[in-house]
DNA sequence: TTGAAAGCGCTAACAC
DNA sequence: GTGTTAGCGCTTTCAA
């Protein structure tokens, strides 16, 4: 049977009060002190989270919801989150969904009842229905790379400029000349996909260029489907001339799909990817990447819950950050002469 | 304020007793089970875990320590586990130790002190060390991938027929009059790599040909590390005229330097993958490989940590579970004319 | 089947 | 700084 607080103020002769103290990390008089931790030793005592947890209304857990494991940005933004959170004693429940609303749903509802004390989420459902259990209850939510405008104000957001990084993606190929950009976006309905073609289209407004409908590849974020998507590029009876992805699996695929078409890059085709520098730098080094700021999002979001975590729930104050991706210059693009 | 039993007690004027039942699954008179509903409805109940949990001394949470989290091995058995531990009930608290031993020590602290109720573990560190905190108190154990002998009886262990799966797959390439088979392993200080590395010098020792130690590359189950130990391979003045890559990443990788060189599979030279025959089925169609059961892994690591759960803790009966891999033939080898 | 009551192990208010 | 004490909200005897 474990010890308890009780055992220790038993071989101590100190009362409980001043053990919990001790716990907690208040000030106890030196000999008290070391009489205690001794006391702890020799028992093996292990604080009772659940009676804290039952007298404090804390669970010190806070629960993630995201859509896919198995995808390096989301894994990269969890384990950043994990390490911290962690320092701060708080313990990480994560959620697949598998890019499923009832799923979502079902999670959701699972982490309140387990009484997490905040919930991180990546959102599926584009309604935030999913999220309704959780604001009820007043735990306080951080939503991750995705926005949900019906919740607007009443959670925090940490996001990614994802209209200004593929327009400067972008511009970037524009201003070398190319007209004829192939874009290889995640699913429709992801908010991250459709900033990414919106901000693709603002460049070719810019340029007064009229985009080419049949360039713009909505896709699934996965390495079949950049590769997939590439292939179905390349086989347009006008090519394009170069080549934007919008994700790190989907980059991986397409440049599979130019290696196997013996596509030389940039002299047959140039090409811009995304995120996962120190990869592509051992692979295919001297890519140009728009890199986000994984680590930062991660710090961010934990950052984040953790100050929500701290404010008595009636004054939290939700805020929406948005992070700054960054572009960077490889030798995979290069200019073509404009047809005179 | 949530509401508690005491409230539903007082608004259908039972008693405590006849609430907790209910809650529990007991039977109840039809007329107070609708009368209790009806409460739970209005006054949005949720049950109090932590009462739960102090009272059961069950924080119906297991803990999951694993070296890496962005390896698609590891996340897809993760995937599975989680999921049948939720339908469970159960919250799963995932801990990544960067394949750090003194990380890994502290996640298992960790855990302890959550209160979990199992722990599943995919071991870093060789010796066991790490679990004694969870072994002292009495939180049963399943290890996965990688078994410890000096745990041996103290634990559960899901594992796959490494040795089998390598000599398999060496064997068959042997057959066809291979000699000079690259291999690519993991870390040489890891399980896996060892037995795999067992499995191929037994197909030698078999066929009666002495092993080359330049064509056994260890390397460390990345894409990078596939990539280069592949590179290294093909700048050997003999070249293999096959090569066996032993897990996911690594095989990505070195498919795409043998891509890089120009090198036709199999024509060029024959290749044995590992894992995920899905993707690899859509980029590199036709792809022999050796297919470990990742999704039967992870269920019978949830299933044996299930039953371990159910048992009092006197009658725990640990056992060891062995899972098969498969060979799955397509078209990447081919047979060699032996030099006559 | 139901109700009354004890108590799980901790925290925090209060008195000293 | 320390001790006493009253719960937190459940589960679980035990008696009815």
Redesign the pocket.
Known sequence: M?S???DIARLT??????I??Y??GG???PK?KKLIEDAVKELRFI??EF??S???SLSRTVGVVIPELGNQFITSIIITMEDMLRKHDYAVIVCDCRTDSKRESEAVSFLVHKRVDGLINMPTDQSGEHLKPALEAGIPIVLVDRMLKPMNGLVSAVVVDNVDAAEKATHYLMEAGHEDIGLILGNESIFTSQKRCEGYLNAYTEFNIPPRDELIRFSDYTMEGGYAAMKRLLALPKRPTAVFVTNFEMTLGAMIALNEAQLKVPDDISFIGFDKLDLFGAIFPNLTLVKQPQYAIGECVATQLLRLLADPHAERQHQIITLATQLHVGGSTRGIRKPS
Do not use: I
Request: proline share 4%; net charge positive; aromatic share 0%.
């Open positions: 474990a308890t607080m009780k002769g100190l009362g409980l009060a001043t919990s103290k716990m907690n000030t106890v008089r008290n604080p009772n009676a804290r039952l007298k404090t």
